[in-house]
Protein backbone atom coordinates (compact mmCIF):
# COMPACT_ATOMS: atom_id res chain seq x y z
CA UNK A 1 0.00 0.00 0.00
CA UNK A 2 3.06 2.41 -0.81
CA UNK A 3 1.61 5.44 -1.43
CA UNK A 4 4.46 8.59 -2.33
CA UNK A 5 2.27 11.57 -0.78
CA UNK A 6 2.81 12.74 2.94
CA UNK A 7 1.33 10.79 5.59
CA UNK A 8 0.73 13.15 8.89
CA UNK A 9 3.50 15.31 7.97
CA UNK A 10 6.41 12.76 6.78
CA UNK A 11 6.82 11.50 4.00
CA UNK A 12 6.48 7.69 3.23
CA UNK A 13 10.86 7.84 3.35
CA UNK A 14 10.73 9.31 6.80
CA UNK A 15 7.95 7.30 8.09
CA UNK A 16 9.48 3.99 6.78
CA UNK A 17 12.85 5.27 8.32
CA UNK A 18 11.22 5.16 11.85
CA UNK A 19 9.50 2.28 11.52
CA UNK A 20 12.69 0.48 10.19
CA UNK A 21 14.30 1.95 13.40
CA UNK A 22 11.39 1.01 15.87
CA UNK A 23 11.40 -2.37 14.43
CA UNK A 24 15.15 -3.17 14.41
CA UNK A 25 15.47 -1.66 18.48
CA UNK A 26 11.96 -3.97 19.52
CA UNK A 27 13.92 -6.97 17.39
CA UNK A 28 17.43 -6.40 19.07
CA UNK A 29 15.74 -6.30 22.90
CA UNK A 30 14.13 -9.40 21.62
CA UNK A 31 10.16 -8.19 22.38
CA UNK A 32 7.48 -9.70 20.79
CA UNK A 33 5.54 -6.75 18.86
CA UNK A 34 2.78 -5.95 16.65
CA UNK A 35 1.55 -2.87 14.18
CA UNK A 36 -2.37 -2.80 15.13
CA UNK A 37 -4.76 0.14 14.89
CA UNK A 38 -5.29 2.02 11.64
CA UNK A 39 -2.10 1.03 9.78
CA UNK A 40 -3.29 -3.07 10.09
CA UNK A 41 -6.98 -1.80 8.97
CA UNK A 42 -5.48 -0.18 5.96
CA UNK A 43 -3.05 -2.95 4.48
CA UNK A 44 -6.31 -5.52 5.60
CA UNK A 45 -8.62 -2.96 4.02
CA UNK A 46 -8.97 0.65 3.07
CA UNK A 47 -6.18 3.17 2.94
CA UNK A 48 -7.13 5.55 6.31
CA UNK A 49 -5.14 8.48 7.43
CA UNK A 50 -4.01 8.58 10.60
CA UNK A 51 -1.35 10.49 12.58
CA UNK A 52 0.28 7.97 15.13
CA UNK A 53 1.49 4.77 15.23
CA UNK A 54 0.22 1.85 17.29
CA UNK A 55 2.31 -1.07 18.62
CA UNK A 56 1.39 -4.05 20.97
CA UNK A 57 4.52 -4.92 22.70
CA UNK A 58 4.89 -7.72 25.40
CA UNK A 59 7.87 -6.89 27.58
CA UNK A 60 9.58 -8.24 30.64
CA UNK A 61 10.44 -6.19 32.96
CA UNK A 62 14.31 -6.45 32.01
CA UNK A 63 13.15 -6.25 28.55
CA UNK A 64 11.32 -2.25 29.14
CA UNK A 65 14.35 -1.64 30.73
CA UNK A 66 16.59 -2.53 27.70
CA UNK A 67 14.14 -0.77 25.00
CA UNK A 68 14.48 2.25 27.44
CA UNK A 69 17.68 2.55 27.14
CA UNK A 70 18.01 1.41 23.10
CA UNK A 71 16.13 4.43 22.12
CA UNK A 72 18.11 7.37 22.09
CA UNK A 73 17.69 10.96 23.69
CA UNK A 74 18.20 12.52 21.27
CA UNK A 75 16.08 10.56 18.50
CA UNK A 76 12.99 10.13 21.14
CA UNK A 77 11.10 11.38 24.23
CA UNK A 78 10.11 8.35 26.34
CA UNK A 79 8.71 9.13 30.27
CA UNK A 80 10.59 6.31 31.68
CA UNK A 81 8.81 6.17 34.70
CA UNK A 82 5.07 6.24 32.56
CA UNK A 83 6.60 3.51 30.59
CA UNK A 84 7.29 1.04 34.01
CA UNK A 85 4.09 2.22 34.98
CA UNK A 86 2.30 0.95 31.56
CA UNK A 87 4.05 -2.25 32.37
CA UNK A 88 2.48 -2.72 35.81
CA UNK A 89 -1.05 -2.19 34.81
CA UNK A 90 -0.52 -3.24 31.15
CA UNK A 91 -1.43 0.17 30.13
CA UNK A 92 -0.13 2.57 27.24
CA UNK A 93 2.83 4.73 26.72
CA UNK A 94 4.42 6.99 24.37
CA UNK A 95 7.70 7.39 22.14
CA UNK A 96 7.45 10.56 20.65
CA UNK A 97 10.30 10.76 17.75
CA UNK A 98 11.31 13.91 18.18
CA UNK A 99 12.97 14.16 13.88
CA UNK A 100 9.63 14.13 12.38
CA UNK A 101 6.93 14.39 15.42
CA UNK A 102 5.37 10.81 15.06
CA UNK A 103 3.61 9.68 18.07
CA UNK A 104 4.08 5.85 18.16
CA UNK A 105 1.77 3.94 21.15
CA UNK A 106 3.68 1.59 22.73
CA UNK A 107 0.62 -0.85 24.33
CA UNK A 108 1.19 -3.52 26.55
CA UNK A 109 -0.16 -6.68 25.78
CA UNK A 110 -3.60 -7.32 28.01
CA UNK A 111 -3.21 -10.55 30.44
CA UNK A 112 -6.28 -12.35 29.25
CA UNK A 113 -6.68 -15.13 26.54
CA UNK A 114 -7.83 -12.81 23.18
CA UNK A 115 -5.00 -10.56 23.30
CA UNK A 116 -2.18 -13.77 24.14
CA UNK A 117 -3.83 -15.43 21.17
CA UNK A 118 -3.74 -12.22 19.01
CA UNK A 119 0.14 -12.02 19.49
CA UNK A 120 0.58 -15.58 18.98
CA UNK A 121 -1.45 -15.15 15.35
CA UNK A 122 0.53 -12.21 14.36
CA UNK A 123 1.99 -12.26 10.97
CA UNK A 124 4.40 -10.54 8.73
CA UNK A 125 3.36 -7.62 6.55
CA UNK A 126 4.95 -5.06 4.41
CA UNK A 127 4.44 -1.57 5.74
CA UNK A 128 5.53 1.30 3.65
CA UNK A 129 8.51 -1.06 2.44
CA UNK A 130 9.38 -2.08 6.03
CA UNK A 131 8.63 -5.85 7.32
CA UNK A 132 6.91 -5.82 10.53
CA UNK A 133 4.53 -8.04 12.77
CA UNK A 134 1.19 -7.38 12.38
CA UNK A 135 -2.10 -8.29 13.68
CA UNK A 136 -4.00 -10.70 11.26
CA UNK A 137 -7.01 -9.24 9.32
CA UNK A 138 -9.34 -11.71 11.85
CA UNK A 139 -7.92 -9.70 15.04
CA UNK A 140 -7.91 -6.59 13.40
CA UNK A 141 -11.76 -6.99 13.30
CA UNK A 142 -11.72 -8.03 16.65
CA UNK A 143 -9.97 -5.31 17.74
CA UNK A 144 -11.52 -2.45 16.03
CA UNK A 145 -14.78 -3.80 17.41
CA UNK A 146 -13.76 -3.57 20.44
CA UNK A 147 -12.77 -0.10 20.10
CA UNK A 148 -16.10 0.52 18.67
CA UNK A 149 -18.60 -1.07 21.47
CA UNK A 150 -16.06 1.00 24.07
CA UNK A 151 -16.35 4.21 22.15
CA UNK A 152 -19.43 3.74 20.02
CA UNK A 153 -17.35 4.62 17.02
CA UNK A 154 -18.55 4.28 13.80
CA UNK A 155 -15.22 4.69 12.03
CA UNK A 156 -13.90 1.24 13.54
CA UNK A 157 -17.28 -0.36 12.11
CA UNK A 158 -16.49 1.33 8.72
CA UNK A 159 -12.63 0.09 9.23
CA UNK A 160 -14.07 -3.24 10.03
CA UNK A 161 -16.65 -2.90 7.20
CA UNK A 162 -13.61 -2.58 4.63
CA UNK A 163 -11.67 -5.62 5.73
CA UNK A 164 -14.75 -7.97 5.28
CA UNK A 165 -15.38 -6.44 2.22
CA UNK A 166 -11.78 -6.81 0.89
CA UNK A 167 -10.90 -9.78 2.47
CA UNK A 168 -14.26 -11.94 1.77
CA UNK A 169 -13.98 -15.74 2.22
CA UNK A 170 -10.27 -15.48 2.60
CA UNK A 171 -11.21 -14.38 6.44
CA UNK A 172 -11.40 -17.48 9.36
CA UNK A 173 -14.77 -16.48 9.97
CA UNK A 174 -15.73 -19.48 12.71
CA UNK A 175 -12.55 -17.89 14.70
CA UNK A 176 -14.23 -14.40 14.14
CA UNK A 177 -17.42 -15.76 15.43
CA UNK A 178 -15.88 -17.50 18.43
CA UNK A 179 -14.21 -14.13 19.45
CA UNK A 180 -17.20 -12.43 18.98
CA UNK A 181 -19.10 -14.10 21.05
CA UNK A 182 -16.53 -14.38 23.81
CA UNK A 183 -15.90 -10.36 24.30
CA UNK A 184 -20.14 -9.61 23.66
CA UNK A 185 -19.14 -7.87 20.21
CA UNK A 186 -22.57 -9.55 18.37
CA UNK A 187 -24.19 -5.81 18.43
CA UNK A 188 -21.04 -4.80 16.60
CA UNK A 189 -20.25 -7.09 14.25
CA UNK A 190 -24.04 -7.09 13.08
CA UNK A 191 -23.56 -3.46 12.42
CA UNK A 192 -20.14 -3.37 10.80
CA UNK A 193 -21.44 -6.21 8.36
CA UNK A 194 -24.94 -3.83 7.44
CA UNK A 195 -22.24 -1.15 6.49
Request: hydrophobic share 45%.
Amino acid sequence: MARSADVGGVTDAGFAALLRELVSVLERVSISYMVVGSFASTVHGEPRTTLDLDIVIDPSSDQLERLLAALPEDRYYVDAEAARDARKCRGMFNAIHLPSGWKVDLIIRKARPFSAEELRRREQQTLRGVAVDMASAEDTIIAKLEWSKAGNSERQLRDVAAIVRLRGEALDRAYIERWVDELELRDQWDRARQL
